[in-house]
């Protein structure tokens, strides 16, 4: 949701040539004189009556082929006093592609609904269909290199982060 008309078109999943690389990842642009050029809501923005946390990531395995299928295991807990529901979403990036790929795509997402204080572990399945890109003859394939895993909230709150290595 952008925070005016002006700042349209506003979206998560936009290329490197849009950001500028900071310490900490890819960042949207600095901004206007007048306004961030932050969304007002980022993409999977959402409000619960509850708190959240996030730990455990796995990836496995963490090498397949390009036709292979991995798994991404996470435990979410529900800090807050109340019993509440969580989107858990799955972002992914491959950090050297033959052609430009967005900064970060959403592959997977599953709600959780957990008492306080309890805990429950989400698994997330990717396939190759969720790693393929189109390459620079226009063909739909799985290219070998290191995916970026990352796992939130929403496309900007992204608490755990994990590493694919797709060989030949």
Known sequence: MPRHSGQLPVYYNFKPSKAYCTDDGW?????YVDMAATP???FGYG?????FEYSNISVE????????????TL????????????????????KYAPVS???KQLR?????????????????????????????????RVVPGDFEIMVGRSSTDLPLQGTLKVTP
């Open 101 to 103: 790929t967005p900064v």
């Open 47 to 51: 409000l619960s009556y509850s708190n």
């Open 75 to 94: 435990d979410v807990k529900n800090t807050g006093g109340r019993a509440g529901v969580d989107t858990v979403q799955l972002y992914i990036h491959e």
């Open 61 to 72: 395995p963490a090498g397949i082929h390009p036709g292979g299928e991995a798994r991404v």
């Open 108 to 140: 997977g997402f599953e709600r959780v609904a957990l008492d306080p204080g309890e805990t429950k572990t989400v698994t997330l399945q990717l396939t190759p269909e969720d790693l393929q890109l189109l390459d620079i003859d226009r063909h739909w």
């Open 27 to 31: 960042s949207h642009l600095k901004g």
């Open 40 to 42: 007002l809501y980022p």
